[in-house]
């Protein structure tokens, strides 16, 4: 995965980005799905700016695979830009090219707005009727093409829904790591922080925790790592020797809070990228392959592995998954 793409299930109209990207329709004056929730969200202002396009540079329509600037409204975003993707029985042989000229004219546009960061939704797999799982592939090659001739902006692909999204990551990322954390900071816990490890593992950040383990060691494997020595101990937080952050909170939770403010973590979660035991990166496997080990009921109802080549645990998202989720984005919400 390559470290400036984000993928995440969230409100689009939400991200804390420099550009949110519109899969809007030709006439650019609103309509359903992603296109009726940015114009809601954005207000009048947007459609003002729509109509100006129209008027003095596309009287007959955005055509398809082209994309456009105009301002956020009241969103958080500066820019909203909108693209036309191509509706699949429509497109003929030219659906690939089409597709691909959304993701690619926007990242154009956004690099001329001078963004540093831009979220996508997924275009034309609504009632544009593009397959999803050949979507996928179209957008994620798209972005990492770009991305790849050294232009610095973050991307994010955003999905309305959790089904999406794991379906999404599975077709860009089978047998390869899942992980897609952009910050690369590394944490290792001293033997008070287990349950605040386990927790920062599972929102996908590298930490290591060892029971037993004296301060000199910890202070080696941090530098030697790069990592921050998370600690409840006051004299080791003095030490000048290490990074440390000091955590004066007893609650895993409210530990929790103090670090994701303090490194400002909140927008970078990837939850169950990581062991929650090993802490290796997990990779996603197909169910055939190990479904011989699955419990009978697992197999029944779950579709979506991820594997620890590490420990060879299995992962799969049922009820303990849930209380976790749900905890974490407590703990997120809260911060
Ligand atoms: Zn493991």
């Not at 359903?32 to 700016?49: K, N, P, S």
């Not at 996508?120 to 990492?144: L, N």
């Not at 030697?224 to 998370?230: A, D, G, M, P, Q």
């Amino acid at each position: 995965m390559h470290p400036n793409i984000i993928i995440k299930t969230a409100d689009i109209t939400k991200e804390n980005v420099c550009t949110i990207v519109n899969a809007a329709n030709s006439s650019l004056l609103g309509g359903g799905g992603v296109d009726g929730a940015i114009h809601r969200a954005g207000g009048f202002e947007i459609l003002e700016a729509c109509r100006t396009i129209r008027k003095n540079k596309y009287p007959d329509g955005l055509p398809t695979g082209e994309a456009v600037a105009t301002t956020a409204g009241n969103m958080d975003a500066k820019y909203v830009i909108h693209t036309v993707g191509p509706v699949y029985n429509q497109c003929g042989n030219q659906c690939k090219t089409l597709l691909e000229s959304c993701y690619i004219n926007s990242l154009k546009t956004a690099q001329e707005l001078g963004c540093k960061s831009i979220a996508f939704p997924a275009i034309s797999t609504g009632i544009y009727g593009y397959p999803k799982e050949e979507a996928a592939h179209i957008a994620y090659d798209a972005v990492k093409s770009f991305l790849e001739k050294g232009y610095d902006i973050e991307v994010r692909f955003i999905f309305h829904n959790h089904d999406d999204k794991e379906r999404f990551k599975k077709e860009i990322n089978l047998e390869t790591e899942v992980e897609t954390q952009s910050l690369n900071y590394k944490f290792i816990a001293d033997c008070h922080l287990g349950k605040l490890a386990k927790y920062l593992r599972i929102m996908g950040f590298d930490t290591l925790f060892f029971p037993h383990i004296e301060d000199d060691k910890l202070i080696i494997i941090a530098n030697k790592e790069n990592r921050i020595i998370l600690t409840r101990d006051r004299e080791l937080s003095q030490r000048k020797n290490a990074p440390v952050l000091f955590l004066e909170p007893i609650e895993t939770k409210e530990q929790l809070k103090t670090l994701i403010d303090y490194y400002h973590l909140k927008e970078h979660p990837v939850p169950f990228s990581r062991c929650i035991v090993c802490n290796s990166p997990l990779q996603v496997i197909k169910k055939e392959k190990i479904i011989d080990r699955l419990p009978e009921k697992v197999k029944k109802h779950f579709n979506y592995f991820e594997y620890c080549p590490a420990c060879d645990r299995i992962y799969w998202q049922g009820d303990h998954y849930r209380h976790m989720m749900e905890f974490l984005e407590q703990v997120l919400n809260e911060s």
